[in-house]
């Protein structure tokens, strides 16, 4: 575990670079949104984060700048990493994050 602390919102611990660019901008846009409460639920099971049409998420959309950029894995992935940040905290999220 790391002894240095991260504030919320520092994504400098993720080494790769798409990683951090686009968590960063899924967290700021979750945050922006308002939408901490709504990614602590899980998706819809049969659909996912990639296939949804809960039509909450677009709340997120709106603000994330690099939403276009995104394969479906990866979509889902920077989705499922905001998600354990809502539902962690981010100091869980940090210290699961750098135990991988």
Do not use: C
Request: charged share 25%; glycine share 4%.
């Amino acid at each position: 575990m790391s002894s240095t602390v991260y504030r919320p919102g520092d994504f400098s611990f993720m080494q790769d670079e798409h990683s951090r660019k686009y968590v960063k901008d899924a967290y700021d846009a979750m945050i922006m949104a308002e939408q901490i409460e709504l990614m602590k639920e899980e998706p819809a099971a049969d659909k996912g984060y990639m296939f949804t049409s809960d039509e909450r998420y677009e709340l997120i959309h709106k603000h994330m700048q690099f939403l276009n950029e995104h394969s479906g894995s990866s979509y889902a992935w920077t989705m499922r990493e905001v998600q354990l940040i809502a539902q962690k905290g981010w100091t869980v999220y940090v210290n699961m994050y750098l135990s991988r």
